[in-house]
């Protein structure tokens, strides 16, 4: 297994020490811990960074493999959705929001399944749209871990309106990347049996 696919397999694994900082406190309540908040927000920016740095490796020493093409956005997937959940937890991120990020993500996961079942097995990467959603999407979280860790309990209205501006941000730009995919590669869905 090359460099690349180790560090998102690595993505993959920092998803449940993230888990562990985050679900033993939660912003705005009286049990709120700051610190927790500061680790999730520092494991999610390591694990963010993985996601930059494995595609940079790959394409710089030419180790772009279909396991990569797939275990990477699946790696985005499972680390975004999970910070995505608590952020709801904490009511800053509408259900709505999750419920078009989910959609969007089952859409296009089984438009790539069509496709790798074609009889050429083609494996589809990832579009521009694609990657600004990914990048937008961990720079909302980011922001928000962070800010509810240095923020502290006294600005959670600040915090909180601006973190929920921020996701509706991302389901706009999450939709329409989604339906550019589908658009793109519909040819995938007019020839399947």
């Known amino acids: 297994m090359n460099l690349p696919n180790k560090l998102t397999l690595?993505?993959?694994?920092?998803?449940?020490?993230?888990?562990?900082?985050v679900s033993l406190t939660q912003y705005g309540t009286a049990g709120y811990q700051p610190g927790l908040y500061l680790a999730a927000g520092v494991v999610f920016a390591l694990a963010s960074f993985t996601d930059y740095l494995d595609g940079h490796l790959a394409r710089k020493w030419h180790m772009i493999t279909d396991f990569g093409k797939f275990a990477d956005p699946?790696?985005?997937?499972?680390?975004?959705?999970?910070?995505?959940?608590?952020?709801?937890?904490?009511?800053?991120?509408?259900?709505?929001?999750?419920?078009?990020?989910?959609?969007?993500?089952?859409?296009?996961?089984g438009l790539r399944m069509v496709a790798a079942g074609a009889k050429d097995g083609k494996v589809i990467a990832a579009n521009m749209w694609g990657k600004v959603k990914t990048v937008l999407q961990m720079l909302s979280i980011i922001f928000y871990?962070?800010?509810?860790?240095?923020?502290?309990?006294?600005?959670?209205?600040a915090v909180g309106l601006i973190a929920n501006?921020?996701?509706?941000?991302?389901?706009?730009?999450?939709?329409?990347?989604?339906?550019?995919?589908?658009?793109?590669?519909?040819?995938?869905?007019?020839?399947?049996k």
């Open 145 to 157: 871990y962070f800010a509810a860790a240095l923020g502290g309990p006294t600005d959670p209205l």
């Open 10 to 21: 690595a993505r993959i694994l920092l998803v449940p020490v993230f888990m562990v900082f």
């Open 74 to 109: 699946l790696a985005d997937k499972v680390l975004t959705t999970v910070a995505f959940l608590y952020m709801m937890r904490d009511g800053v991120c509408s259900p709505v929001v999750l419920t078009i990020i989910l959609t969007r993500e089952f859409a296009v996961s």
């Open 165 to 192: 501006a921020l996701c509706w941000l991302v389901a706009a730009v999450t939709a329409i990347s989604g339906i550019k995919y589908l658009v793109d590669n519909r040819h995938f869905i007019n020839t399947a």
